[in-house]
Structure formats: C-alpha cells, structure tokens
C-alpha cells in the first residue's frame, strides 16, 4: 500500500518567517514528488517538484529530497497571508500512467 | 484560456439516478486522469487514461467508469449513485509526470 504521511496542522508561522513543510511516503518505488498549493474551494494547484536527492529552488520556495530518508520538505521563505492554504504533498511511482499518491495535507496559517 | 475545464462545477441529484461529468483539456497532453476528494479533503486517484492503457484503482466501484472520446477528453459516468459518491471529483491531465488539475465538480447526493 502506497502511503504519504503529512502532519495535518494547522501550522501557524509569523508573516514573513519561513514556514517548513514535511512529508513522508512508504513506497521505496517513488521517482517524483510534488507540491501542490489548495485553496479553500479549489482545485490542487501545482508549485513544485523534484526527481533528484538535495535542493531546489524556484522563487520564495524550495523543495528537498532525501530518498535513502523517504522524506520531502517544502520551505516558503518570507512567508505572505496569501500563502495560507493547504499544502499537499504527492509522490509518483514512475510508472507511464500512473496517478498520484497525496498526503492529507497541511493547512498552512500565515499570521499577520 | 482555460487548460483543463470540467462541467458541470455543481451537480446535485438523488440516489439512484445515473450522472456524468465531463472534462477536456487543451493541453495537448497524453494522459488523463480522475480523482476523487472526499469530505475530510483526501485527494485519491480513480483512474488514470491514455491511449494505450487505463488503469482503475482497485477500490473504485464498477458503478464509476471512464469513457474517453478522443485524446483531449475524459469523462466520468457514475450508475446507481449512491450517498457516498457525495464528494468533488477533479480531473487532471500530464505529458510527463507534472499533472494539472481542473476546477472540479462539486457532487451532492441527497
């Protein structure tokens, strides 16, 4: 069974702070990884992903991997009101057509 | 504009009755794909669609089936709705492994 593990929160993190986003999957087979940003009432909206070990940055977000850990990690520097939503985190298994595997999400509060 | 579109965004009905959901994107994608978020926010895969395989996860009833007219849609026919089907379903498309989801349909069972 294919799992993804996120903290539900909410956490809350002072505006302008970096708010640190984790997650962990079960499935050893994974090859991809994703951020996906929800508001209330909409649909998942994509804002990362990564296929390698280490670091990547796009913008105020930087997303990590560690596959020998089975762990992802979303950073959101200078944190805004406008990122408060649920993050979720999704894993893929490589496979052509395969979907994706979410956690349950973190809901994200940005304190002004 | 709009690159995966999914009609209608609210449906209501009552159980029993038999319902579709449509999708289309303008991506130029291969790959199609259903999910499901139940109440609690869970987003789960239902299907996933190309031309050359459908894959159905295994907990999906057969009362839910994909229908895809050509590369650019994918439908979702629901039989004998139920009160549990009461859920947003989103479909999502791919070329790689990125997907991009559509505004969802809102279902409500009463």
């Not at chain 2, 039989?79 to 409500?108: I, K, M, W």
Request: net charge neutral; charged share 20%.
């Amino acid at each position: 069974q294919k799992e993804v593990e996120q903290n539900s929160g909410p956490l809350s993190v002072p505006e302008g702070a970096i708010a640190s986003l984790n997650c962990t999957y079960s499935d050893r087979g994974s090859q991809s990884f994703f951020w996906y940003r929800q508001y209330s009432g909409k649909s998942p909206e994509l804002i990362m992903f990564i296929y390698s070990n280490g670091d990547k940055e796009d913008g105020r977000f930087t997303a990590q991997l560690n596959k020998a850990s089975q762990y992802v990690s979303l950073l959101i520097r200078d944190s805004q009101p406008s990122d408060s939503a649920t993050y979720l985190c999704a894993a893929h298994s490589g496979g052509g057509a395969d979907g994706l595997t979410f956690g349950k999400g973190t809901h994200l509060i940005i304190q002004p | 504009d709009t690159a995966v579109s999914q009609t209608p965004k609210y449906l209501v009905t009552q159980m029993g009755n038999d319902k579709s959901i449509k999708c289309e994107q303008n991506l130029g994608h291969d790959t199609m794909y259903w999910y499901k978020q139940d109440s609690k926010k869970f987003l789960k895969i239902m299907f996933s669609y190309n031309n050359k395989e459908l894959i159905i996860n295994e907990t999906v009833p057969n009362r839910f089936s994909p229908k895809s007219p050509d590369k650019a849609h994918l439908n979702l026919h629901i039989n004998s709705l139920e009160l549990g089907d009461s859920a947003v379903y989103f479909c999502a498309s791919s070329q790689v492994h990125e997907q991009y989801f559509g505004p969802g349909t809102r279902l409500t069972v009463t």
